[in-house]
C-alpha cells in the first residue's frame, strides 16, 4: 500500500489546470507540470483498501491496478509504476488526460475524505515514461500468418491493433478521416489532448509493425449522410476511398468493426436550418484542422454571441473553443435540472457522483464574461 497513515497526513492535492488568462490565449493544453515529489505524497493516500472498488464496476473501466502504481509511485518506483499501468491500459496518455475518472468516484477514501488523485498519477507515471524514453514499441516476437483489418482509428481501434499486433498478426488500420486518431485527433480539441501524443503513439505503434491508411472508408459512398464526417473531410480535398465487406475479406483473414458514431443526434425544432447552427464534430473538427493548417476555421466564434446546447463534455469543449476563437458572448443550456453540490441519498458512493462540477471551460467563462455560462433545466 502507499504510506499506512498517508490518507491521514496529506490532504487531496488536485495538480492544477494553467490559470485562465494565460490558457484562454492559447490551444496549447491546459494541463500544469506535476512535480513528482507532490504526486508521491499523493499517491501515498491509497489506503490499499483490500477490495479496490477503483476497480470494481463502477471505477475503471480498463481495470488499471491502481493500488498497485499508486504505491510504486510513492516508493519513488516510477519505471514500475509504468509497468503495471501498461499491463492493462495501452494509452495511459488519452485517458490520463481525458478520462472523467470514475475510480475516482468508487474510491473508498472518498467515503469520508476527498479521493485519491488517481488520474493526475496516471498521467504524471506515462508522461515520466516518455521523458526518461521507457515507452518502446512492442514488436512480436514471431508472426502468426495471419491478416487482420481494423475499421476506425480511434482508441478502440488503435488498442485492438496493438493487441493483434502484439499476437502476432498483420494488422492494417483503415481511417475515413485524413489523420490518425479518430477523436483523439479530432473529436478532442487541442488542450485537452496535443496530437503530437496521438501522432507520438501511433508512430510507436508504426514502428512495431502496424499499417495505417487513411482516407478510405469500409462501406459504400450510398450509406454516407450528407452531414457526415467524410464530406467535411471532402471539402477543397481528394476524394475518399471505399472499400466494400466483401473487399476486406478477400484481403485479410478477420476483420475488426471500430467505427465511432459520427452520426449526430439532430434537434428537428423550428429554426433548426438558419445559417450559424452547427453540430459539435463539425465545429470541433474545422477547428482543430484549421489549427493544424494554421488557416482560420471556417466556422469561427470570434465576435460572434454563441450559444452552446448540451451541458456535458462535448458542451464544454465547444465553450473552450468558442471562447479561444474570441466569441462576444458565451451561453449554455443543459436540459437537466442542476445537480446538487452533494451526492443525493438515491447516488450513494461507489456510483459515478452525480454532483454539479465546474470543468475547464467552465471557469473560463467565468473568468471572461463573470458568470458561469449554464443554464439548467431547458
Ligand atoms: S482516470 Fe485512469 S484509472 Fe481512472 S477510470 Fe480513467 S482510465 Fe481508469
Known sequence: MGKVTGFK?????????????????????????????????????????????????????????????????????????????????????????????????????????????????????IDRGFEEGWVEPVAPRQRSGFKVAVAGSGPAGLAAADQLNRAGHAVTVYERADRIGGLLMYGIPMMKLDKRLVERRVDL?????????????????????????????EEGRDETAYLSVEEVLDRYDALVLAVGATEARDLPIPGRTASGIHFAMEYLTRSTQSLYEKSPSSINAAGKRVIVIGGGDTGADCIGTALRQGCQSIVNFELLDRPPNKRASNNPWPQWPLIVRSDYAHTEAQHRFGKDPRNYSL
Open 205 to 233: 505503434l508504426r514502428q512495431a509493425g502496424v499499417d495505417f491508411v487513411t482516407r478510405t472508408n469500409i462501406g459504400t459512398k450510398a450509406a454516407v449522410s450528407t452531414d457526415h464526417m467524410i464530406n467535411l473531410m
Open 9 to 125: 497526513e496529506f490532504p487531496r492535492s488536485a495538480v492544477p489546470y494553467r490559470a485562465e488568462a494565460e490558457r484562454l490565449g492559447d490551444f496549447d493544453e491546459i494541463f500544469s507540470g506535476a512535480d513528482p515529489e507532490h504526486l508521491q505524497t499523493q499517491g501515498a493516500r491509497c489506503m490499499d483498501c483490500g477490495v479496490p472498488f477503483c476497480q470494481s464496476e463502477e471505477g475503471c473501466p480498463v481495470d488499471n491496478l491502481i493500488p498497485e502504481w499508486n504505491d510504486l509511485v510513492y516508493q519513488d518506483e516510477w519505471r514500475a509504476a509504468l509497468d503495471r499501468l501498461h499491463a492493462t491500459n495501452n494509452f495511459p496518455e488519452f485517458t490520463g488526460r481525458v478520462c472523467p475518472a470514475p475510480c475516482e468516484g468508487a474510491c473508498v477514501l472518498g467515503i469520508t475524505e476527498p479521493a485519491v488523485t488517481i488520474k493526475n498519477i496516471e498521467q504524471a507515471i
